[in-house]
């Protein structure tokens, strides 16, 4: 915490200048309380009013658009499209954001953008396409609007007090908190936020399966989910990979992912792959730039030209096969390489009475069947005051009736306009609403036969009133009532699924075999980090190397185009890669640079070199300060396709030397005081860790460090006993026997 500070306030030295009291002191204050001030409101703004969606199945952005849509009459069928700027501008009454913002918004609620599985917006025009990145939409100028049919389910009785209304942000008009939907539209259409440390991502589902799941739901708590709703289904078609764990885990908790995969057909007469239908996670430009860069790398030889063929139809992405390829086993491999099979993830986090909360089907739906019970209840309150005004009104009447000609006398002698309310409430005891009531009565109409008919309604009103009371008092009356809606949005609204399923009999998830040409090479690195990958034949036409001046030749290896390498850099880090991502090359050229071919940090630079197929033997690393470190080689096999392993040995004292030993043998280590030892290398044990410091294998002199490591040869090990029996000791004293450990210091 910085030191308090407190600097005089100065005179103001300009006339418009202020002096304000305590300004230019500095208080000390701690960071968290200073976090929780300042950026905590807009956190917690971004996260209420902004990026999470509510239990209606919209952010505020959404809702504010279509309500003011909504306002301007553009649900009515006989209006015509509007012009998509005045939409947007009449938004920003509502939401106070530049206009693109706005118009982006629209475009994704639109039919003709197919985000939406059920667009809320009936478009004319160019909107661009979900599926495509550089399908890019028309201004709005050029572009018309008007709500779909549906969203008659959306603002269904909204002006009889079903939802709360709240002052816009400069108090000008009002707008709803949330959309009486009379339909699960939280989980029909997806919808995807990124707020302050936590997102959202809501997969859609069809209509018809929430809908039947919901009304299950409602007559059973402990329904079986996944008997009802199948599983998600998306805009753009494709088959999901069937996995029923994974569904009741997303359907349990709200989190999880599932697998969509491309649909294609195969043109035998055109020897060529049609691709009809992509992820929804995916865009026709990832795709082809995908495949593309597979084709340049040599991953995928069957391909011969690819080109998109999307036009006013819809997707397709066709696929040219060279003579003999096998379109099934092609399209195997391009779901495993390629986003033609994509996972969706799924995190249902809604914000429930403004608080976000991750929930799962079950819960979702339960929290949606209670707003729509306060909605059904604020509407059937809403009604009953009415009717209940309006039989206070006819009862009136009905007193009149008895006697028609009194209250045309009153009203007719008496001399002042103020007096006849309170005459006709005196003489036919009525209050002072229906006293008004009856002296607005037109002339024309005070005949008995208008007011029988009047007061006709009163015994349909008393009956209404009845039922209307007593379904405020009954829940299973207010579910009913949900029930025949959410079938009436099915009969009207409902349409077959558009992705369907591969069920785990019907896909075939083996394994592709790698098709990477298998031969023998021989691998040389250079000291300067320069490498060669020659063939046998071409080695024997030219042996002799071209190398920057001053560089050498110091590793040789011989191993085969499907050999791994790991690559160890003086940073402490390991870099993995295979022989057959380089070219084979000849003798006589430079070779590929190391740290540039592999993305080395700058300043980087190869240490040394691996070769392995199995991944099995040990690593040994030797450093400074008289350390040795063996870490199994298994420790840098990874099941993903990571390039760059961090920590892949200890940095804390610098490295000497790293040695691959299939097996325990003999190693000489020297320092530079002039101690060598020699020790079997099964006497250090193992670490898992890649970055262990290792155990001291010499006791080093002051000022001294390690300086070198080496393998000895089994064949030559039989050459130390001579120094053993023979070795010349410093400052006259004899050679020491170190036992077991077969050490010899001299």
């Not at 190397?545 to 690559?567: M, P, R």
Request: proline share 5%; net charge neutral.
């Amino acid at each position: 915490m910085a030191r308090k500070k407190e600097i005089k306030n100065k005179k103001p030295v300009f006339k418009h200048e202020a002096y304000i009291e305590g300004s230019g002191s500095i208080v000390d204050e701690k960071i968290t309380d200073t976090l929780k001030k300042n950026y905590m409101p807009y956190a917690m703004s971004v996260i209420i009013s902004r990026a999470l969606p509510e239990i209606d199945g919209f952010k505020p952005s959404h809702r504010k658009l279509l309500y003011m849509m909504y306002k301007r009459g553009l649900l009515n069928p006989d209006k015509e499209r509007s012009k998509s700027a005045n939409v947007v501008g009449e938004t920003m009454k509502l939401n106070p954001h530049g206009d693109q913002a706005i118009y982006e918004t629209l475009v994704r609620m639109t039919r003709g953008n197919e985000s939406l599985l059920h667009p809320y917006i009936d478009s004319k025009g160019n909107f661009g396409k979900q599926y495509s990145s550089k399908m890019h939409f028309a201004a709005p100028r050029y572009t018309e609007v008007k709500l779909e049919k549906i969203c008659n389910e959306l603002f269904r009785d909204i002006d009889r007090e079903t939802v709360d209304f709240v002052p816009n942000y400069d108090n000008t008009m009002q707008e709803p908190t949330l959309l009486p939907a009379t339909f699960p539209t939280v989980l029909v259409n997806s919808n995807t936020g990124i707020a302050v440390s936590m997102a959202s991502n809501v997969c859609p589902f069809n209509l018809k399966e929430v809908c039947e799941t919901t009304i299950e739901l409602m007559k059973n708590p402990n329904h079986d989910i996944l008997s009802t709703l199948k599983g998600p289904d998306f805009p753009g078609g494709g088959f999901m990979l069937y996995d029923e764990d994974e569904l009741k885990k997303i359907y349990e908790t709200g989190r999880g992912s599932v697998k969509i995969r491309s649909k294609y057909n195969y043109d035998k007469s055109a020897n060529c792959v049609e691709i009809t239908e992509i992820p929804y996670t995916t865009t026709i430009e990832a795709v082809i730039d995908k495949i593309v860069d597979l084709v340049k790398q040599g991953k995928i030889r069957e391909i011969s030209y690819i080109r998109d063929e999307t036009d006013i139809d819809g997707l397709k992405i066709a696929i040219d096969l060279k003579r003999g390829t096998d379109p099934e086993k092609l399209m195997q491999k391009l779901f495993r390489l390629t986003p033609l099979q994509d996972s969706y993830p799924c995190n249902f986090n809604i914000l429930i009475a403004g608080t976000p909360k991750v929930m799962g089907v079950r819960e979702i739906l339960t929290e949606w069947t209670a707003f729509r019970e306060e909605c059904i209840k604020r509407r059937t309150y809403f009604d009953l005051q009415k009717k209940k005004e309006k039989l206070h009104l006819l009862e009136a009447l009905s007193k009149i009736l008895l006697d028609l000609d009194k209250a045309i006398k009153i009203i007719r002698e008496t001399e002042k306009e103020s007096e006849v309310v309170p005459n006709l409430m005196k003489n036919f005891g009525i209050d002072e609403i229906q006293a008004e009531y009856v002296a607005e009565i037109k002339l024309r109409n005070i005949n008995r036969q208008y007011i029988l008919r009047r007061i006709e309604e009163i015994d349909s009103l008393k009956a209404d009133i009845a039922e209307m009371e007593d379904v405020l008092q009954d829940r299973k009356k207010i579910r009913k009532i949900i029930v025949k809606e959410l079938k009436d949005v099915v009969k009207n609204y409902a349409q077959p699924r558009k992705t369907l399923f591969y069920y785990q009999s019907d896909v075939q998830e083996e394994e592709i075999a790698d098709d990477t040409p298998d031969y023998p090479v021989n691998i040389f690195v250079s000291e300067s980090g320069y490498f060669k990958k020659i063939t046998p034949q071409s080695l024997r036409m030219s042996s002799e190397h071209k190398l920057k001046e001053g560089d050498s030749i110091v590793q040789n290896f011989e191993a085969t185009n499907k050999t791994d390498l790991i690559f160890f850099s003086d940073m402490a880090q390991a870099y993995k890669s295979k022989a057959s991502s380089f070219d084979d090359t000849k003798a006589s050229v430079m070779g590929d640079y190391i740290p540039a071919k592999l993305g080395f940090d700058e300043g980087e630079s190869l240490k040394f070199l691996v070769p392995t197929t199995d991944y099995s033997g040990y690593m040994l690393f030797f450093f400074e300060n008289g350390k040795a470190a063996k870490v199994p080689l298994k420790s840098y096999e990874t099941k993903t396709n990571r390039r760059k392993l961090m920590k892949a040995y200890s940095d804390k004292s610098p490295l000497v030397s790293a040695l691959f030993v299939p097996d325990d043998c003999d190693i000489l280590v020297r320092a530079s005081g002039g101690h060598t030892i020699l020790f079997n290398s099964s006497l250090i044990l193992q670490k898992s860790t890649r970055d262990s410091q290792g155990v001291q294998i010499i006791n080093l002199k002051k000022n001294a460090v390690l300086a070198s490591a080496k393998i000895i040869p089994a064949e030559n090990t039989a050459d130390f006993e001579k120094y053993r029996a023979n070795a010349v000791p410093a400052a006259g004293k004899p050679a020491k026997e170190l036992g077991d450990a077969n050490q010899l210091t001299f």
